[in-house]
């Protein structure tokens, strides 16, 4: 646009100067001649680059999610193709599930041999008890006999060695007591101890269970957004691993941002209207809006690392800020695509056409390939 008004100028000055001699080309008029487009030119691109700020580094980017697996499995089927859309729910691809099926019944059977222990405890906690109660009784009549001894000895009318032996048969009793007070204790805190209302050793096996179902759920892989599926890589037969990217999943709704000089800002707002041109769609001017301006970028954030911080690294030069646009309509632009976009503040709306016909021309230059073969 600046060369075609130095034309329109140049084609002016001749006609006026030289074809129609309508003024003296002199010193005067050289000078004069060659200072107005200068002093024009130069206010006229800096009213434009604060009043109708434009940038060349336009892109468009789509949200994406990195489709994974959450268990280790051979895959059966892939129900996507690549560039496929799918809707929210859809199924991408199934994980062979036998040794999950297997494992659930293996944990099934393991629950009922848990409470069929716990069964066989309560018999055992009775045994026990019909043990300590014998040995009471054992306990009970040796104690009688250790203080008949004992009377005896007393009276010098027993003899001393049986008062031994039954003040042995005494400890060895107690000490049998207590052997079996344990047991019948450690038994009822195993079998009485519960989690949930299930007895503990049934109940993580059921904590187990749930884990393994839901591990058996896992393996229908579902589609967490509606979008597009690219970078297919799976196919039936291969392994799926944990944590390991699969496919990738590309948001149906974009997002188009440009950078632009922290002094370029200050007369935009949100709600300016702006035109869009991108290399991907030569020669069409695409209207929308100032979304959102974000106000943060990298440079304002100290990373915490062991070093002290180095703020004054690349401090000469100026940080630029992300603007995001928004479109009336939806056009379907490639994600990635580059462009250059037009600001138009609120302000100089008669100085709009010049900017706007610079956009457009910009549009054009899309067209041209300029390749040497």
Not at 71 to 82: N, P, S
Not at 351 to 366: D, E, G, H, T
Request: hydrophobic share 45%; proline share 3%.
């Amino acid at each position: 646009m600046v060369d075609l008004i130095l034309i329109v100028y140049c084609l002016i000055v001749w006609l006026v100067f030289i074809k129609f001699k309508l003024l003296a080309w002199n010193t005067t008029s050289k000078i004069i001649v060659f200072i107005i487009p200068v002093v024009g030119i130069s206010a006229l691109v800096l009213a434009m680059n604060v009043y109708m700020p434009s940038s060349d580094d336009v892109r468009v980017y789509n949200k994406t999610v990195q489709v994974k697996s959450n268990v280790r499995g051979r895959v059966q089927d892939v129900l996507v193709q690549e560039n496929s859309r799918v809707n929210k729910g859809d199924t991408l691809f199934v994980i062979e599930q036998a040794p999950f099926i297997s494992q659930i019944e293996g944990l099934k059977a393991s629950i009922e041999k848990a409470k069929a222990a716990v069964s066989v405890q309560y018999k055992n906690v009775d045994a026990v008890r019909a043990n300590r109660k014998a040995v009471e009784a054992q306990l009970e009549l040796q104690r009688k006999r250790e203080q008949q001894f004992q009377e005896l000895v007393d009276a010098n009318a027993g003899n001393r060695f049986d008062l031994e032996q039954a003040q042995n048969n005494v400890k060895q009793l107690e000490a049998q007591l207590m052997q079996l007070r344990a047991q019948e204790a450690s038994i009822l805190a195993t079998i009485k101890a519960e989690y949930n209302g299930e007895q503990v050793s049934v109940a993580e096996l059921v904590a187990k269970l749930e884990k393994a179902e839901w591990d058996l759920d896992q393996t229908v892989i579902k589609a967490s957004i509606d979008g597009t599926v690219v970078n297919l890589q799976l196919r039936p037969g291969a392994m799926a691993l944990p944590l390991t990217d699969l496919m990738t999943l590309v948001e149906g709704r974009q997002n188009i941002i440009a950078s632009f000089d922290q002094n370029e800002l200050h007369k935009m707002a949100e709600g300016n209207e702006v035109d869009l041109t991108f290399a991907t769609r030569p020669g069409e001017i695409i209207p929308g809006k100032i979304e959102s301006i974000v106000w943060a970028s990298s440079r304002g954030q100290l990373l915490p690392t062991g070093k002290l911080p180095t703020a004054d690294q690349g401090i000469q030069k100026q940080g630029k800020y992300l603007v995001k646009f928004s479109t009336k309509e939806d056009y379907n632009i490639p994600m990635g695509a580059n462009g250059s976009v037009a600001v138009y503040t609120s302000t100089t709306e008669p100085f709009y056409i010049i900017r706007k016909v610079m956009i457009r021309l910009s549009a054009k230059f899309n067209y041209l390939i300029l390749k040497a073969h």
